[in-house]
């Protein structure tokens, strides 16, 4: 059962994370580059929480979200050696940039899950449209671990959906690309996609 989540990166993303997570009860670090820095302690005083070194969070979490700029991923996933086997969740996008798995490829002994990318961050929150929920995506080539993030995608109130292993993370990347430009038209951000299904 997933209790300890690291999120890793202090930026707008990592900080939506940071606020869904904890409001839902789990106990929450922050892993930066800098964890004494200012984008970092700031995140500590306002949500009460610790900052640790990407090591350091690896070693304690059950979970980690790795919630950084998509042309960062390959660079810091492979700077550790071991990932000891912990579930990684990559909500990370990178436009025109590499293969939409890189952190699966790079992270060595991480079971990496591709999720909470489709959708503003800010919405992580807020899953629930006038009583539907919101569809989250997620994709992975450990059965086990996607079992545990689904759990974590239907706490947060999504509607989980499994599109199968880590390589369709190809296929979920051109609907962040619609997502983003829809947003900027006169729909704004408080959108989402929504699989509809008869049953
Ligand atoms: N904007 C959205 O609504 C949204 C939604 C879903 C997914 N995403 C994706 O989520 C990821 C994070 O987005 P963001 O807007 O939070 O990104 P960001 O502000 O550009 O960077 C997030 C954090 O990543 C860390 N980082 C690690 N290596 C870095 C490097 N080489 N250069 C810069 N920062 C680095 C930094 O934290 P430390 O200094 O603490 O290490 C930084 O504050 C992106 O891949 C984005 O595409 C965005």
Redesign the pocket.
């Known amino acids: 059962m997933i209790a300890k989540i690291a999120v890793?990166?202090?930026?707008?993303?990592?900080e939506?994370l940071i606020k869904a997570f904890t409001a839902k009860g789990y106990d929450v670090r922050?892993?930066?580059?800098?964890p004494q820095?200012e984008?970092?302690q700031r995140l500590a005083s306002q949500y009460d929480l610790m900052t640790l070194t990407l090591a350091e969070a690896i070693a304690w979490a059950d979970l980690l979200t790795l919630?950084?700029?998509?042309?960062?991923?390959r660079?810091?996933v492979s700077a550790i050696p071991d990932w000891q086997n912990k579930i990684v969740i990559d909500?990370?996008?990178?436009?025109g940039g590499g293969s939409a798995s890189e952190a699966a490829e790079f992270a060595h002994n991480a079971r990496v899950v591709k999720a909470?990318?489709?959708?503003?961050?800010?919405l992580y929150s807020r899953p629930d449209f006038d009583g539907i929920k919101a569809t989250m995506f997620y994709c992975g080539d450990h059965e086990d671990a996607k079992a545990q993030v689904q759990t974590l995608i239907e706490t947060l109130g999504f509607e989980p959906l499994d599109v199968g292993p880590i390589n369709n993370a190809e296929l979920i990347a051109p609907l962040?690309r619609l997502w983003v430009t829809l947003s900027r038209t006169s729909l704004g951000r408080e959108i989402a996609f929504k699989l509809l299904r008869r049953t």
């Open positions: 890793i990166g202090s930026g707008f993303v990592g939506e922050l892993a930066s580059r800098d820095g984008n970092a919630a950084i700029p998509g042309s960062a991923v660079e810091t909500a990370t996008n990178h436009f909470l990318n489709t959708i503003g961050a800010e962040v």
